[in-house]
């Protein structure tokens, strides 16, 4: 049997982050939920998740410079992300993606699309 996959949440808002981790319990995985992205990283670094759901808008540390940091790490830059964001203007969209988003979701997000981002970025993951 595999082992649960884990995804870990980074939203400061904690009714989204609260939904979000719903979604993905009722889908079968494991969830981490970060509030910050200060402490997020250490514990980033610490599991491992299979995937990252990050907003853009943090109060301490930008989603994007955690994203740029993960990229960076050549133990971490292999993990998926998905920005989910209300940041939704197509220069945001460009700006995560390059940033190395592997999907950019705008706020809100239908359980739908938010478990198939998810799933699609686990399967992409494996491929190695």
Sequence with gaps: MDPQ???????DE?????MFAE?????GYR???????GP?????????????????????????????????EPDLSGIPVIIVSAKSLPADIKTG????A????????SFRNLVQAVEESIAAGQVS
């Design 23 to 27: 979604m993905m319990r009722v889908s």
């Design 5 to 11: 996959k884990t995804v870990m949440i980074i939203e």
């Design 40 to 72: 997020a990283i250490p514990l980033i670094a610490q599991e491992k998740p299979h995937v990252i759901l990050l907003d853009v808008m943090m109060p301490d540390i930008s989603g994007l410079e955690v994203l740029r940091y993960i990229r960076r």
């Design 31 to 37: 969830v981490l939920k970060m509030f910050s992205s």
């Design 97 to 100: 993606l390059e940033a190395g």
């Design 14 to 18: 904690p009714d989204a982050a609260e």
């Design 102 to 109: 592997f999907r950019y979701l705008t706020k809100p997000v």
